[in-house]
Nanobody
Framework: QVQVVESGGGLVQPGRSLRLTCAAS????????MGWSRQAPGKQRELVAG???????VYGDSVKGRFTISRDSAKNTVYLQMNSLNAEDTAVYYC????????????????WGQGTQVTVSS
């Protein structure tokens, strides 16, 4: 029904930048929140950033001031600009889309992507 696909991960040196992209497709009436979470080895998944359809944003404490989330609602796409990366940012980054499927009366359901690996290392 709905596919969520992340891209843009990779290996980057400390202090450098990386931009992640996430696109949702399929049977979509509307998307409420889109966002990013991450999970490092041995740690719980944590919120990185989220953005509502109205453009309201929220960030995890560890990324405030370094990461910026943005959204192209016409393309059902969300971006995560990551600056000043450090080793603690190494993780698998997951995108979520909170989707209303067929009509305004349908419930909102969260869909997740498969994740994209970000590794920060010299």
């Amino acid at each position: 029904q709905v596919q969520v696909v992340e891209s843009g991960g990779g290996l980057v040196q400390p202090g450098r930048s990386l931009r992640l992209t996430c696109a949702a497709s399929g049977t979509i009436f509307s998307i409420n929140v889109m966002g990013w979470s991450r999970q490092a080895p041995g740690k719980q998944r944590e919120l990185v950033a989220g953005i509502t359809s109205g453009g309201v944003t929220v960030y995890g404490d560890s990324v405030k001031g370094r990461f910026t989330i943005s959204r192209d609602s016409a393309k059902n796409t969300v971006y995560l600009q990551m600056n000043s990366l450090n080793a603690e940012d190494t993780a698998v980054y997951y995108c979520n889309a909170d989707v209303r499927l067929g009509s305004v009366g349908d419930p909102i359901r969260r869909y997740w992507g498969q994740g994209t690996q970000v590794t920060v290392s010299s």
